[in-house]
């Protein structure tokens, strides 16, 4: 295993389209988080997963997003409609009951 | 105010300058204090990972944190070109399991060879 895989790792899409991001943890990892950075900022947490339960998600995950983790395994984050303001780096990040995140490369979305 | 308050530099150094960089917090529940170095166009890696107050030493990187005073900071001695690079400090209220970490905007550092 060689680290956190985010795929893809460019989406250009046009406003309104919906788009969806994939990401495969760590596998002994079962705590797995998705955030957002845009530029000149540091990440901001969206949302987190222990196994296949979403236990929290941020007020910036508006009702457009949607986050899952079936079966405690990868997660899909699925941005509906849109927006330009939805332009960033979707980061997607694994820990194991311990501490320190462990990153992914991210998806570095453009919204046209 | 932000939770987390960093200096966006950038900062600019020679090769094999020491290099101090800097991070106030307001949460006084913050316990756990990470450093990440984040490439351009790629993922943070974490450097250090410290709990409450102290010191903490690894190579070339020494991580302090003074929760007294809600300043945590990252020393960088010998500082090379590689090191190039933007330095995210974190934090948490809570460790081992569940960590919803607040990030600093960054610190851009370039070590000019």
């Known amino acids: 295993d060689t680290g956190v895989s985010q795929d893809p790792r460019h989406k250009i899409t046009k406003r309104g389209q919906n788009v969806t991001f994939r990401c495969d943890p760590i596998s002994e990892h079962n705590r797995l988080y998705w955030y957002r950075q845009t530029l000149g900022q540091g990440p901001e947490f969206l949302t987190y997963?222990?196994?296949?339960?979403?236990?929290?998600k941020s007020r910036l995950l508006s009702d457009r997003f949607s986050a899952e983790r079936p079966k405690g395994s990868f997660s899909t984050l699925e941005i509906q409609r849109t927006e330009q303001g939805d332009s960033a780096m979707y980061l997607c990040?694994?820990?194991?009951?311990?501490?320190?995140?462990?990153f992914g490369s991210g998806t570095r979305l453009t919204v046209v | 105010q932000k939770e987390v308050e960093q200096d966006p530099g950038p900062l600019s150094v020679p090769e094999g300058a020491i290099v101090s960089l800097n991070c106030t917090y307001s949460n006084s529940a913050f316990q756990y204090f990470m450093w990440y170095r984040q490439y351009s166009r790629k993922g943070p890696e974490l450097l250090m990972y410290?709990?409450?107050?102290g010191n903490k030493e690894d190579g070339r990187f020494t991580a302090q944190v003074d929760k007294s005073s809600k300043y945590i900071s990252l020393f960088i001695r010998d500082s090379q070109p590689s090191d190039s690079a933007t330095y995210l400090c974190a934090m948490s209220a809570r460790g081992g399991g569940y960590q919803k970490v607040t990030f600093g905007t960054g610190t851009k550092l370039q070590v000019i060879p």
């Open positions: 997963f222990q196994n296949e339960a979403q236990l929290e």
């Open positions: 410290t709990y409450s107050s």
């Open positions: 990040a694994s820990s194991p009951q311990g501490n320190g995140y462990t």
